[in-house]
């Protein structure tokens, strides 16, 4: 039995691996994933790069002061506007003009630019003379050190979320866990809806051609479920581990390009202590974050939920493509299926604001919705009892429905001209 379901598997396998689509995709995908993030880092760095002279038509005289010159922006005084400045071949970015005191006329500014004004000019732009606005309408209350009064008054806080772990205390950043739990739970919806549908389009097409009716004949109708469930299975797993693969050497060499080794324990605890200080700049801590995650437990995990949510579904959509006649019929048992896993992968998108909820929690031990909840909980640290019972859950599950789709399957997937209803469907059980 084994080997004939092992011969199957082979075939699927080998059958989908070999195409050119599947290549492509699998080579490419990594390639543009990591473009994604590090495309737009490279321009914000390159397109910016060099500092921007901005004119400034003062027609008050009581602004000019308040715009300081730094790394990014050189703030030069005009007398008025020139054709020059407005040619294609200035040197100068922009050009503001402040025609009317803003206490009275908040609207007499303007900044006039060749190319699009960039947000952090404007940003910054706006922010100065906001302050030379205040200092202005402080004047006005002829109260002394009125300003430094309301400035020293105005102190932000910043309360700082720490963690306590068994390694000891180390800063909590919820935004990074999230992030990276809704990754998870994307890569495993994607994986599990496009792998199940997968089977279910396989069976369909087969049983239309009137293929299987050679297949039977050699193979129990549970043999050829079980072994195209298998196959089309590893096809996800090697999808998936190949891409892995590639990504960890995508990262590291960027990193290598950067000078930062993102695997390499020493430097991920220098990374972590550089991330303590006052200064630490953002990108540092997330860092530091992603360093102190469990990433063998994250990846071992996501196999096992990607795993058990396959076998689930996928046995599933396997029965209902075996009772049907035409591909369209599928369309009214594979609704209900896609409505749970939509409702999966927005229950574990709302379990990122409270991981430890009711909802996170129970939606951990369903296995209709585990796979898909458990992902994003997972960086914020779940108990190992709770880890190990929606593990067993789910995988007991997908047992329990791969033995009763067998038997619709078996049914089935020789039986042409009618279309069975769900109430048929469940009678099949009983044969």
Same mark, same amino acid.
């Given at each position: 039995?084994?080997?004939?379901?092992?011969?199957?598997?082979?075939?699927e396998?080998?059958?989908?691996?070999?195409k050119?689509?599947?290549?492509?995709?699998?080579?490419?995908?990594?390639?543009?994933?990591?473009?994604?993030?590090?495309v737009?880092?490279l321009?914000?760095v390159i397109?910016?790069?060099? +500092?921007?002279t901005?004119a400034? @038509?003062? #027609?008050?005289?009581?602004? !000019?002061?308040?715009? %300081?010159?730094?790394d990014? =922006?050189?703030?030069?005084?005009?007398?008025k506007?020139?054709?020059?400045?407005?040619?294609?071949?200035?040197?100068?970015?922009?050009?503001?003009?402040?025609?009317?005191?803003?206490?009275?006329?908040?609207?007499?500014?303007?900044?006039?630019?060749?190319?699009?004004?960039? +947000?952090d000019?404007?940003?910054? @732009?706006? #922010?100065?003379?906001?302050k !030379?606005?205040?200092? %202005?309408?402080?004047?006005? =209350?002829?109260?002394?050190?009125?300003?430094?009064?309301?400035?020293?008054?105005?102190?932000?806080?910043?309360?700082?979320?720490?963690?306590?772990?068994?390694?000891g205390?180390?800063?909590?950043?919820?935004?990074?866990?999230?992030?990276v739990?809704?990754v998870?739970?994307?890569?495993?919806?994607f994986?599990?809806?496009?792998?199940?549908?997968m089977?279910?389009?396989?069976?369909?097409?087969?049983?239309?051609n009137?293929?299987?009716?050679?297949?039977?004949?050699?193979?129990?109708?549970?043999?050829?479920?079980?072994?195209k469930i298998?196959?089309?299975?590893?096809?996800?797993?090697?999808?998936m581990?190949i891409?892995?693969?590639?990504?960890?050497?995508?990262?590291s060499?960027?990193?290598?390009?950067?000078?930062v080794?993102?695997f390499?324990?020493?430097q991920?605890?220098?990374?972590?202590?550089?991330?303590?200080?006052?200064?630490a700049?953002?990108?540092?801590?997330?860092?530091?974050?992603?360093?102190s995650?469990?990433l063998a437990?994250?990846?071992?995990?996501?196999?096992?939920?990607?795993?058990?949510g396959y076998?689930?579904?996928?046995?599933?959509?396997?029965?209902?493509?075996?009772a049907?006649?035409?591909?369209?019929?599928?369309?009214?048992f594979?609704?209900?299926?896609?409505?749970?896993?939509?409702?999966?992968?927005?229950?574990?998108?709302?379990?990122?604001?409270?991981?430890?909820?009711?909802?996170?929690?129970?939606?951990?031990?369903?296995p209709?919705?585990?796979?898909m909840?458990?992902?994003?909980?997972?960086?914020?640290?779940?108990p190992?009892?709770q880890?190990?019972?929606?593990?067993?859950?789910?995988f007991?599950?997908a047992?329990?429905?791969?033995?009763l789709?067998g038997?619709?399957y078996?049914?089935?997937?020789?039986?042409?001209?009618?279309?069975?209803?769900?109430?048929?469907?469940?009678?099949?059980?009983?044969?």
């Amino acid at each position: 039995m084994k080997n004939k379901i092992w011969i199957v598997a082979q075939r699927e396998y080998a059958t989908r691996v070999k195409k050119r689509s599947f290549i492509i995709l699998t080579i490419l995908m990594p390639f543009l994933m990591a473009a994604m993030i590090f495309v737009p880092l490279l321009l914000s760095v390159i397109g910016d790069s060099g +500092r921007k002279t901005v004119a400034v @038509i003062d #027609n008050t005289g009581l602004y !000019a002061n308040a715009l %300081q010159s730094n790394d990014d =922006y050189l703030f030069v005084p005009t007398d008025k506007m020139t054709p020059a400045l407005r040619s294609d071949s200035t040197d100068v970015a922009a050009v503001l003009m402040i025609t009317d005191n803003l206490v009275d006329n908040p609207t007499a500014a303007a900044i006039y630019s060749r190319d699009e004004v960039k +947000r952090d000019m404007s940003d910054y @732009i706006n #922010n100065a003379l906001t302050k !030379a606005v205040q200092k %202005q309408k402080f004047e006005r =209350y002829n109260i002394p050190a009125l300003n430094e009064i309301v400035e020293d008054v105005q102190t932000p806080v910043e309360v700082a979320t720490v963690r306590w772990t068994d390694e000891g205390e180390r800063e909590s950043m919820t935004e990074i866990f999230s992030a990276v739990g809704m990754v998870l739970t994307t890569l495993i919806y994607f994986f599990v809806m496009s792998y199940g549908a997968m089977v279910m389009q396989s069976v369909t097409e087969e049983k239309t051609n009137r293929i299987v009716e050679l297949m039977v004949s050699s193979v129990k109708p549970f043999q050829l479920m079980a072994g195209k469930i298998i196959g089309i299975g590893l096809v996800g797993i090697t999808q998936m581990l190949i891409w892995g693969i590639l990504l960890v050497a995508i990262i590291s060499i960027a990193g290598v390009v950067s000078g930062v080794a993102m695997f390499d324990p020493s430097q991920a605890a220098a990374i972590s202590a550089a991330s303590q200080m006052p200064d630490a700049d953002l990108s540092m801590q997330i860092l530091s974050v992603v360093s102190s995650l469990p990433l063998a437990e994250i990846a071992v995990l996501f196999v096992l939920y990607f795993i058990g949510g396959y076998l689930l579904y996928a046995s599933v959509l396997a029965g209902f493509g075996a009772a049907v006649n035409d591909p369209q019929d599928t369309q009214q048992f594979m609704m209900p299926i896609a409505v749970i896993m939509l409702f999966a992968f927005y229950a574990g998108f709302y379990s990122a604001m409270n991981p430890d909820g009711p909802l996170a929690v129970w939606c951990s031990f369903i296995p209709l919705t585990s796979p898909m909840v458990m992902m994003i909980r997972i960086p914020f640290g779940v108990p190992l009892w709770q880890e190990a019972l929606s593990v067993a859950l789910l995988f007991g599950t997908a047992l329990a429905l791969s033995y009763l789709s067998g038997k619709i399957y078996r049914v089935g997937i020789l039986m042409y001209g009618k279309k069975p209803s769900l109430k048929e469907m469940l009678k099949w059980l009983k044969y």
